[in-house]
């Protein structure tokens, strides 16, 4: 068998592996199911190979070029729904915006705990105060959300295991089917 046509079958498993993963909404049933109050968001950045002329790609915090992946995850760790993917240089809140996140956790009933990035999005998502000089009940409030997506963060590095989520050596925009088709592997590992 010749390299394109084993290439050809990556990409098609790797689709219809992707198509199987489950919408933001079966997640957030799925959570509501198991007891959990709330979810937690965040965007991990998937890094991809890409030159300084591909402004688009590049993310300002950690100064690399990659994709921005949304990822919703149980209080435990459960990864629940991942998105497709946006250019690096889209922030979280506005990414949250285009896949709606925090309109559909709030029709879910539940809510959402979300990263420095996330300010602004929504009242159904919490983030952590900002600033410096803050009034002690407000360093207590930023350690108890802490504490609360720790364990949720779990669900962030599973998917940093995956050998082909550090680097992307092939098109940046294969980023979201790839990431989905993660998720379906690791939910159907768990069970």
């Known amino acids: 068998m010749g390299a394109t046509t084993a290439w050809r079958y990556v990409r098609e498993t790797t689709a219809l592996l992707a198509e199987q993963a489950p919408t933001l909404e079966q997640g957030l049933r799925r959570a509501r199911r198991k007891g959990w109050g709330y979810v937690i968001v965040d965007g991990p950045l998937i890094a991809c190979d890409r030159v300084a002329a591909d402004r688009p790609f ?3 915090k950690p ?7 949304q990822v919703v995850a149980a209080p435990d760790g459960e990864p629940l729904w991942t ?3 946006l250019l690096g240089s889209v922030h979280d809140t506005r990414a949250a915006r285009v896949w709606r996140i925090a309109e559909r956790i709030k029709a879910s009933g539940l809510l ?3 990263d420095k990035g996330y300010v602004g999005v929504s009242e159904t998502v919490f983030c952590p105060f900002e600033g410096c000089g ?7 409030a930023n350690s108890e959300h802490a504490n609360l997506r720790s364990l949720g963060e779990r669900a ?4 940093k295991n995956w050998e082909v989520l550090r680097r992307l050596r092939c098109c940046p925009h294969r980023a979201g089917v790839i ?6 592997l690791q939910l159907r590992e768990a069970g």
Request: hydrophobic share 35%; glycine share 12%; no cysteine.
């Open 83 to 85: 998105s497709w993917s």
């Open 58 to 60: 590049s993310s300002g």
């Open 156 to 159: 962030f590095a599973q998917f």
């Open 63 to 69: 100064k690399q070029h990659g994709m921005n992946v």
């Open 134 to 140: 803050k009034p002690q009940w407000k360093n207590d």
């Open 112 to 114: 959402g705990l979300g």
């Open 179 to 184: 990431t989905r088709a993660v998720l379906v």
